[in-house]
């Protein structure tokens, strides 16, 4: 019997959020797997987006930088539009892209918490929805929903951000269920906190940082490419009989 792999060649993924942190990590990992990879921001003019599209290129793979907002129907049609005109097929979604907020609920704007559940939780539906019904015209494909733990516990702030990853939770099994007799699966990952920019409160103050070190059994907070192996996995070949299912990465808080 022949051991599963992890490699992506031949595949196709569009990842969301794509221009730093987790969805760069990912990114570069997918086209060092030998996936072509289209990666994707709201936010391209700062130049960060077209300098991952470049590394992915530098490790031999194609690739395409595309604008868009996934809160916005209209953008996320056109980016699925423009990868398969560009590659013929969507294989692989990642759904990153997110904002979020540390204010308390009853401390919320409204304006607030649209934006966030626009992003983080309408944008997730908006990109299955569109990237799947193109999985299910060649009955394949799979996607991988970046949640959080947030969406697992109740947290005393960031509570817009957490339900709206909540909802991403459930939003997976839900498509798992639906998309299951096309041969498409779909999984989550639910990290715990991340070093990137969005968390740069916790990991550039050294005594915050301190305390919610303390509180991981693995004795330190996660850098990007800590969520790269599961993403892969998701990915790949050898998660071939998994769905429905979040793998939480959290350095073993939820032990």
Not at 80 to 97: C, E, H, M, P, S
Not at 116 to 128: A, E, H, R, T
């Amino acid at each position: 019997m022949s051991l599963p792999s992890f490699a992506l060649r031949g595949k196709v993924a569009i990842i969301t959020g794509a221009k730093r942190g987790i969805g760069k990590a990912i990114s570069l990992a997918f086209a060092a797997a030998g996936a072509t990879v289209a990666v994707c921001s709201r936010v391209v003019d700062d130049g960060q987006l077209q300098a991952v599209a470049d590394e992915v290129q530098r490790r031999g793979q194609g690739c395409l930088a595309l604008q868009a907002d996934v809160s916005k129907k209209a953008d996320v049609n056109n980016m699925v539009q423009k990868v398969i005109d560009t590659f013929g097929a969507i294989d692989i979604l990642v759904n990153n892209a997110a904002v979020s907020s540390s204010a308390p609920l009853m401390d919320t704007e409204e304006g607030e918490w649209d934006s966030i559940m626009n992003v983080d939780l309408k944008g997730y539906f908006l990109c299955s929805q569109a990237a799947g019904r193109r999985m299910m015209e060649r009955k394949s494909g799979t996607i991988i929903n970046i949640s959080s733990r947030l969406g697992m516990k109740a947290a005393s702030t960031m509570g817009a951000y957490s339900v709206a990853k909540a909802g991403e939770l459930m939003l997976t099994r839900v498509l798992a269920l639906e998309l299951a007799k096309e041969n498409i699966r779909v999984n989550a990952i639910a990290p715990g906190i991340v070093r990137t920019e969005g968390s740069e409160s916790v990991w550039s103050k050294p005594e915050t940082l301190k305390r919610f070190e303390s509180a991981i059994p693995l004795g330190r907070i996660a850098v990007p490419g800590d969520i790269v192996g599961a993403a892969l996995f998701l990915a790949s070949d050898a998660s071939s009989y998994i769905t429905g299912h979040t793998i939480v990465v959290d350095g073993g808080v939820q032990a």
